[in-house]
């Protein structure tokens, strides 16, 4: 269940990213809205109903990032593409998930996995900059507080005034987004290191 709740994500926020291209349309803008709103809420539900009903697993976890990927990158991308972020936040974005994951799943191969029990980290301090849940969490909703009040300011229903001030305050979440982006990849890049020396030995 948690792992459909995973992949639903992924189709929403495609339906979402798409109803963008409707530029003029009210209607669209507020749905694609919606979806994000419900997109991100799932990201904690799949979480919790896997240790609900005792789902927790290496798949679950891997499914779990790889969906966060697909989900940020396609906003990202999208916005930059629609002028609505500079074309440097998907750039930095992709390029930490790429070197994360790539790192990660040399983790994997151990056994290790990104968070929780069995993770990677083993420092504590990187343990809670990378999984602690007031991290996930902050970076969670910088990244939905940024997506959707972009969308939601482009609806045409909203006065200029009102929809320039989500603009900013989107334009401000989104930023704190990619910081806390790049802050969270750190840990990873340095505990790594030791799956490499030991190659090396």
Known sequence: MANLISILRI???FIAVGLLYFKESSAAYVASFILTVIAFLFDALDGYVARKLGEVS???SVLDIMSDRIIEYAYWIMFAH????PVIFPIIVVT???ITD??????LEQGLIAFGEGSMLEDKVCQWICGSKYMKVGYAVAKAVAFALFILAYTHLLPNEIAWLLVVLGAVAAEIAVILCVLRAIPVIFESKKFFVKEEK
């Open 58 to 60: 290496k798949l679950g």
């Open 11 to 13: 189709v929403l926020v």
């Open 82 to 85: 629609m002028g609505w972020v």
């Open 96 to 98: 930490r998930g790429v």
């Open 102 to 107: 790539s790192l990660r799943s040399v983790a």
